[in-house]
């Protein structure tokens, strides 16, 4: 009898698991169509905003900005990371526009 009740309790724990990694995965793909929708929407503005000629710095990334300033664009890249959250690719681009 007992070994019947590890069965079910193993048979349990798999199939919890299992529910997990499917759930999270489905999340994982929310999440990521939502970032591509998200950046389609940031350049769009950005196209919109470049074509009225207005200017879109932000406030908080004076240091980028003196960064690239300078020269230093891989720090200004990192930098823009630690302000904003944004991977590698989204702040090379951001970065790339205000240069």
Same mark, same amino acid.
């Given at each position: ?5 590890? $069965?079910? =309790?193993?048979? $349990?724990? &798999? ?6 990694? %499917? ?5 994982? #793909? ?5 970032? #591509? #929708? %998200? ?6 503005? +950005?196209?919109?905003? $470049?074509? =009225? $000629? &207005?200017?879109?710095?932000?406030? /908080?990334?004076? /240091? &980028?900005?003196? !960064? %690239?300033?300078? @020269? *230093? *664009? ?10 904003? @959250?944004? +991977? =590698?690719?989204?702040?090379? +681009?951001?970065?790339?526009? !205000?240069?």
């Amino acid at each position: 009898m007992r070994r019947m009740d590890y $069965g079910m =309790l193993l048979l $349990g724990v &798999v199939a919890l698991v299992a529910v997990v990694g %499917l759930a999270s995965s489905a999340t994982d #793909r929310r999440l990521a169509r939502v970032d #591509r #929708r %998200l950046a389609r929407v940031e350049r769009k503005l +950005d196209a919109i905003a $470049g074509h =009225l $000629g &207005v200017a879109t710095d932000e406030p /908080e990334l004076a /240091e &980028v900005a003196e !960064l %690239l300033r300078q @020269g *230093k *664009k891989i720090q200004a890249i990192k930098a823009y990371r630690e302000r904003t @959250g944004a +991977d =590698l690719k989204e702040a090379r +681009d951001a970065v790339e526009r !205000l240069a």
